[in-house]
């Protein structure tokens, strides 16, 4: 379990190919009190760790990873928002969060909006309805208030700290980002639907 609160902004260093992808990301995390088999949400996602050094750490990303996430798209170079994962007695200072994307969002546009960011996206059909306005949501990990729903499409507001210190800062339209839907919403559905 993860809170949204991204604690690192890292890197990927290396994909390499093999039966799963293996991946290689630099963080400013010290390693040396990373488990091997911990688990890390890199932009969302949720990995474990295979392999570590100094300033390092890699994990493998299996088939399914790569076909759901926005992980089959990313490059060496590119920024990683990391997170680790939640022990008992951490401030909640997000929301729960599973580290299991639901879907991609698409920036629609990201413009300034006095001292923020406000970016919009749309989402998968089937997700917009767990959306809902003050409700929360994960996007590449990072724990956010909805604005405001419009169909398939929903806004945010980054304040300055939020867009500096992840990912989401450089988005624009036409991005893709990792979505994960507040878990509360999936069991309201769930219940109202009578499935439960």
Not at 62 to 79: C, I, V
Not at 97 to 123: K, Y
Request: proline letters at 4%; hydrophobic letters at 40%.
């Amino acid at each position: 379990m993860f809170t949204g609160i991204v604690t690192d902004l890292g890197s990927l260093r290396t994909v390499e190919q093999r039966a799963d992808a293996r991946f290689t990301f630099d963080t400013a995390y010290d390693t040396a009190g990373i488990d091997l088999g911990a688990s890390i949400a890199c932009s969302g996602a949720c990995l474990t760790v295979v392999d570590k050094g100094p300033g390092w750490f890699a994990a493998d990303v299996s088939g399914e990873t790569l076909s759901k996430t926005t992980l089959g798209e990313w490059r060496p170079g590119m920024p990683v928002n990391f997170e680790r994962s939640l022990r008992m007695g951490d401030e909640l200072g997000g929301h729960l969060v599973s580290g299991h994307v639901d879907g991609v969002a698409e920036v629609v546009s990201s413009l300034p909006e006095e001292g923020s960011l406000r970016l919009t996206f749309e989402v998968p059909a089937d997700l917009a309805k767990f959306i809902a306005p003050k409700g929360s949501v994960a996007l590449d990990g990072v724990s956010l208030t909805v604005n405001e729903v419009d169909g398939r499409r929903f806004g945010v507001n980054l304040i300055p700290h939020t867009a500096a210190a992840t990912t989401l800062g450089g988005k624009q339209a036409g991005d893709r980002v990792n979505l994960e839907i507040d878990q509360l919403a999936r069991y309201v559905h769930r219940l109202l639907d009578g499935r439960l």
